[in-house]
Structures are given as C-alpha cells and as structure tokens.
C-alpha cells in the first residue's frame, strides 16, 4: 500500500482508539484514495452482511429483488413455500443478468437465450438444447447466495464463515423488537446514483446535528437536539441514536391504536445504522431506510424505501393521496441531502480540507470510524 492511504489508515486508527470526547472527523483523502476503495471492496463489501430490502416488498411467491454484492449480481425472490432465497444473477449458459429491479415472475426467464429456472433456481428449461451432445436440464441450478431475514430486512452476504447475523444484532433486537418492523407495510421504494462517496452519505445520515439546519423545511423542524440519546456500550455491528418527538410533532409519534409501545416509546424514534451501510429511522408510526453500495470511489447506489405501521395504513381515509403527498416529503429530504453530500465530496478533494471537531451529536461518526478501522485492518 502506498505511504499516502497508509498514513489515512493510520490517522483513522488513532481516531478509532480515542475518546468520542475528542474526536475529529476522518481525514478527508478516506473519502476518494483508490487504494482505501479497493482494501473496502475486499475487506467489507465481499464479505459483510448487507441489506438487500424489506421482506414486505416481496411478499407472494415469484416476487423478486435485485441487488449487488461488490462485482456479483444477485437477487432474492419468495419461493412457493414463502421463503425468501438468493441467487447469482447470471444466467448460466453466457453470463447474462436474469431480472432487474423489483418484479414478480412464475419462472425465471433469461432475456437472452430464455433459460428458465424455478423458484428454488434450478434449470426448469433450455430452449434449443436437446441437440447438443450430453446436456441435460437436470443438474444444473443457480449458484445460491447466503441470505438471512431479521426484524424484516433481507440480508446477504457472500462470505460462508461470516457469523450468522441474528447474534451480531441480538443487541440492536432487544431495542426494536417492540416497535414490530416487520409488520410495516411498505409504500415506497426507488433506486438512485449519487455522485458522492458512500462513506459521507452513511456518515450524514448518522448524525443530527446538520438537521435543524440543511432539513429546516422538512425534518428538521421538530427534530429535538437536546433529547437525542446514545447507548453508552459500543457494538461491532452497529451503532444507534434515539430521539424523541414531542406533542407538536405531525409524525414520528404512537397511533392511538398502537398496542405495542408503552411510556415514552410511544414517542421515542430509534434511528440505527447496521454497517456497512443500512441506515434507517423506525418511528411508532414509520419506517424508512437508505441501504448503499459503491458504485466508485465518487458514486453510490442509493435504495430508498419508506414503511407504515399497519394501524396508521387502517386509518387512512385517502391511502393514495396520504402516499403521493409523503413520497414527495421524502424526495425533498433525500433531494435536501444530496445537495449536500455532494458538495462535502467535492469539497473533501480540496487541497487545504481540514477534518474539523465532531459535535456530541455526531456521537455515531466516531462509532463509524472504529467499524471502518476494524475491517479495514488498523485497530
């Protein structure tokens, strides 16, 4: 490795192993060195768990999801038992990508030569093939991809020996077990490239301090600086902020038909970040996340989606109108944060770029760069 991304692994290390107390944000050349992109690449993103999406947004047998694990393409898909499972996306007679997106589908067509494979990913058909000496259809399936549901989340990984996630986040489920995310029902969901480092986009979405100001029209408004909390033990997958909302807030609090939270619950938001790059906020009454990839050191896959606790969606009066309006607040949030985190990545490429003190709200960036110090191999 070269002295100059050994020197930021270095800084980051000893950011990593001081006091939050103390702690300045990571130097800025973490954000674009190519040889940190690539040690990520191969150190987290091939092997890490990442979230895929919601188990609610394939909810029938055949519904599908794509998704990416560093250069492999996969999706998952609810099997006719309602399992979920993962495959290569590649079909196996000339490499070409089998879906794209979200859909729902009784087999799996390629779009190609039109292999067709079952649920389960075995080959169910091969058009022209009988001719072809020693071929069978039997025998031949999808290379399976290791994925695992929990709390709602579809998870995959490439990584064999990776522990099974369920105990990493056992933690993280006594906190929102009571919030009962998996029964949110999705309404929203897209897909996006911003030109910013993936790093940044986790690290803003971390932290409320920039809220009352770069949100100040939309979320920021009733966002309570000084009622946000953090766990005093640190956890080696995820870190976790809450906060609570008080009664002028239009969101973010209990329905009155909420059975589930009790006290100060019924108006306590947990916001977590599951690393490498889950990022959600789990209300009392909603739900929604940003899961990402790097696409390049200066580009990253954004999935947006956004949830209802049902007996919010029971008391609608207008579902269509009460989503149109929503999904447009959203859009002006995440358009509010891409303005910014674009310009912080242009920014950080500035010759005289100086990594400032981190506020205590920013509690989570210092969680952050001890995740990165640790996978990356400098702690």
């Given at each position: 490795m070269k002295a100059g991304a050994s020197r930021i692994?270095?800084?980051?290390?000893?950011?990593?192993?001081?006091?939050?107390?103390?702690?300045?944000?990571?130097?800025?050349?973490?954000?674009?060195?190519?040889?940190?992109?690539?040690?990520?690449?191969?150190?987290?993103?091939?092997?890490?768990?990442?979230?895929?999406?919601?188990?609610?947004?394939?909810?029938?047998?055949?519904?599908?999801?794509?998704?990416?694990?560093?250069?492999?393409?996969?999706?998952?898909?609810?099997?006719e038992d309602l399992s979920i499972r993962g495959f290569s996306n590649v079909c196996l007679h000339r490499c070409m990508r089998l879906v794209a997106g979200r859909g729902t589908a009784k087999k799996i067509v390629c779009p190609y030569h039109a292999w067709t494979y079952d649920l389960e990913g075995r080959l169910h058909g091969a058009a022209h093939m009988a001719r072809t000496p020693d071929f069978k259809v039997a025998g031949h399936a999808l290379p399976t991809i290791r994925t695992e549901v929990w709390d709602g989340w579809i998870f995959a990984t490439l990584d064999s020996k990776a522990p099974a996630l369920g105990d990493r986040l056992?933690?993280?489920?006594?906190i929102v077990g009571p919030y009962r995310m998996a029964d949110y029902i999705p309404f929203a969901a897209q897909d996006h490239v911003w030109a910013t480092n993936w790093k940044i986009l986790t690290e803003n979405f971390m932290e409320g301090y920039h809220l009352p100001v770069a949100h100040r029209r939309t979320v920021g408004a009733w966002f309570p600086a000084d009622d946000t909390g953090f766990p005093a033990e640190r956890f080696e997958a995820f870190t976790y902020q809450t906060f609570i909302k008080d009664d002028n807030a239009t969101y973010g609090r209990a329905h009155p038909d909420n059975p589930r939270l009790k006290g100060r619950w019924r108006s306590t938001s947990v916001m977590p970040t599951i690393y490498p790059a889950l990022m959600y906020v789990l209300a009392p009454d909603h739900m929604w996340y940003l899961s990402l990839r790097p696409k390049s050191v200066d580009e990253v896959h954004v999935r947006f989606g956004a949830a209802l606790a049902p007996e919010v969606l029971a008391a609608l009066p207008d579902r269509e109108s009460y989503f149109r309006e929503t999904v447009d607040f959203f859009d002006r949030v995440n358009a509010e944060d891409k303005v910014i985190v674009e310009a912080i990545h242009q920014s950080t490429k500035a010759p005289l770029a100086a990594s400032g003190r981190l506020s205590w709200l920013e509690r989570e960036i210092h969680d952050f760069q001890g995740y990165l110090s640790r996978r990356l191999g400098t702690a």
């Open positions: 692994l270095a800084r980051l290390a000893d950011l990593a192993s001081g006091p939050p107390t103390g702690a300045t944000a990571s130097p800025p050349g973490i954000y674009h060195d190519p040889e940190i992109h690539a040690l990520e690449r191969r150190a987290i993103f091939a092997r890490e768990w990442q979230c895929v999406g919601l188990a609610a947004e394939i909810p029938h047998p055949g519904d599908y999801l794509d998704f990416s694990l560093d250069d492999q393409p996969i999706f998952v898909v609810r099997g056992a933690p993280l489920a006594a």
